[in-house]
């Protein structure tokens, strides 16, 4: 613009130069009496071409010198630039802060792009990591066994819902287990001397009635469960009891396992097996002298040529499901309860004290009642050993419903348990607290029964969750001063199975069994046994289960404080914080 400005300034002193050197008028011929010019006159006449042509020079002089178009001074041009100038600069300021403000869009979509790819990489990491830990659990470790090995021994399981300021501290956990819970162990040694005594005399009684060529062999009785374990704490006294039987000769008893595979056993019937009747020669064992004619060449080593082995029917044809060699639940307990009432009428001449049946169902449940009103439960359980083991089938658990399979024999390890308890005992401390432990959460469960009524939970379900935690634990974690912490452990424990729907039987494939402890290699190696299956699939049971649980948990500080002394009160508002810093 300023140089167009230049060029124009040019070009009017140009015009005006030659504007001056024009002839004036003066120059006519029209006017003699002017004196004549200095210069030269030019020699050629001024024609037409040449007028118009100053004519032209003399407009363009004047536009030129047009004050408006070219003022005398250039101030407003410059103001012009200036401001166009200014605009420029404010357009190419703005232009950089739109263009900043887009590269910081940019990064900040680029982080949130890095942030949502890093996102979705340790979410994939984590899950691959955690379906790794799971395989691995399930190959090498229980997978309810939890590592409850903690620094803080105070520290709260994982989906409890009561908390440690509610829940009493260790010396008012003591003073209730003291008063409350703790059986007499003098007590409890005469009830397991008279059930001992009574099961003898009552067994001796049941041979001498039975028909030794036709019927059951039934051989000495064990007990089992709290009573000889140790932590019986409710009243009446229960003693449970099993009575092995075998099958009068020449019969004897195959097994078929659901861990072999050598049966039909349906996957529902996990820990069950089936027990066969076996008649001599049937599966190539015993003796078929008595099913073989051999003549009169031949004589048979086992028996002399008049002793033949009698071979009845009546057995397998009385306790063997209809149309099967499979020995049946209901005609085994059928049979039972006709050879205990002969077997009770033949001695009760002797006592002093009534023999009830407590159960048509279960017919080994009895009672026994004094004339002073004192009363002692028996169970008395017929089973069938397996092999050379300690395991037995059982025909029925006193604390669960009865089962409608009536060829599917549930196993039980009760005496294996009874053993790993006495075998952990050994290492444990002293004043080890995980019966009194037992003891407590069973007291609570059942003093919750007597409120909301019967559940599915019961305390076997408790005493597989202390030897989990038994197994898990440090030894030293078992100290009298840490029963509190080991109460609580033993809750969150069973709240997070019941939470999770998964409680594995505590021997079944589980590899934190020491190896020295005597255990079949077969239910080593087997897959562990969930023992709230069969619960999860009844809803509502399982529902209502879960339910009791935490009533119970709620009700526990309550309970507690109405059966302990009233000054013993004010050690359940101590919190979690002022325990520790005592």
């Known amino acids: 613009m300023f140089r167009l400005y230049q060029f124009l300034l040019i070009l009017k002193s140009r015009f005006n130069e030659v504007w001056f050197a ?3 008028v003066a120059d006519s011929p029209h006017f003699p009496s002017l004196p004549a010019p200095s210069r030269p006159v030019p020699d050629t006449p001024v024609t037409m071409q040449g007028a118009l042509v100053r004519m032209c020079v003399v407009v363009a002089a004047a536009i030129l010198n047009h004050p408006l178009l070219f003022p005398s ?3 407003s041009i410059l103001e012009q630039d200036a401001e166009l100038l200014a605009r420029m600069r404010e357009h190419e300021e703005l232009l950089q802060a739109q263009q900043l403000l887009l590269e910081v869009e940019v990064a900040a979509e680029d982080q949130r792009e890095e942030t949502s790819y890093s996102w979705y990489f340790w979410s994939a990491l984590s899950l691959v990591a955690f379906l790794t830990i799971e395989l691995c659990k399930q190959e090498y470790v229980d997978p309810h066994a939890r590592d409850p090995g903690l620094e803080d021994e105070d520290a709260l399981p994982t989906g409890a819902t009561c908390t440690n300021s509610l829940f009493p501290d260790k010396g008012l956990l003591g003073d209730f287990y003291e008063r409350c819970v703790k059986m007499s162990a003098h007590e409890n040694w005469r009830v397991q001397e008279f059930v001992e005594g009574f099961s003898d005399d009552l067994l001796e009684a049941w041979r001498s009635v039975c028909d030794r060529e036709a ?29 092995p039987f075998a099958p009068p000769e020449p019969y004897r008893f195959t097994f078929q396992l659901w861990c072999t595979g050598n049966g039909d056993i349906p996957p529902d019937m996990q820990g069950c097996g089936r027990i066969q009747v076996v008649q001599p020669g049937e599966d190539g064992g015993g003796c078929l002298c008595g099913k073989a004619n051999l003549g009169d060449d031949l004589l048979c080593l086992l028996h002399g040529r008049n002793e033949k082995p009698v071979v009845s029917k009546a057995a397998g044809d009385l306790l063997c499901s209809k149309n099967t060699s499979y020995l049946a639940k209901d005609k085994v307990m059928k049979w039972f309860q006709i050879a205990v009432t002969k077997a009770w009428g033949r001695i009760s001449h002797k006592y002093d004290f009534e023999l009830m049946f407590r159960s048509l169902d279960f017919p080994g449940a009895l009672k026994v009642r004094w004339p002073s009103g004192r009363t002692i439960v028996l169970n008395i359980i017929p089973v069938v050993q397996l092999e050379d083991t300690d395991a037995y089938f059982v025909s029925h658990f006193p604390s669960e419903d009865h089962n409608s399979s009536d060829m599917y024999w549930p196993i039980s390890f009760a005496i294996y348990e009874k053993n790993l308890l006495k075998y952990l005992v050994k290492r444990l401390p002293g004043d080890s607290c995980h019966l009194q432990c037992l003891q407590i ?7 919750q029964t007597g409120l909301t009524g019967m559940s599915a939970l019961t305390n076997y379900h408790l005493k597989t969750v202390l030897l989990h935690l038994l197994l898990n634990r440090r030894v030293t974690d078992w100290g009298g001063a840490k029963l509190g912490a080991r109460v609580w452990d033993l809750l969150g424990f069973l709240e997070s199975s019941l939470q999770e729907k998964r409680l594995c039987h505590a021997l079944l494939g589980n590899p934190k069994l020491p190896q020295e402890f005597p255990f079949p290699v077969i239910f080593r190696t087997v897959e562990p046994i969930n023992l709230l299956r069969p619960l999860v699939l009844q809803r509502q ?6 339910e009791h649980f935490r009533e119970m948990l709620k009700n526990a500080p309550v309970l507690i404080q109405e059966y302990t002394p009233p000054f013993s009160i004010p050690h359940l508002q101590q919190t979690p914080s002022s325990s520790n810093q005592a």
Not at 541 to 546: K, Q, T
């Open 73 to 75: 001074n250039n101030n």
């Open 441 to 447: 959460v069973c007291f609570l469960l059942k003093k």
């Open 215 to 243: 019927d059951m062999e039934v051989e000495d009785p064990v007990g089992v469960g709290s009573m000889y374990e140790g932590w019986r704490v409710s009243k009446p006294l229960m003693c449970d009891l099993i009575v």
């Open 541 to 546: 049971r399982y529902a209502s289960m879960v």
């Open 22 to 24: 024009v002839p004036t």
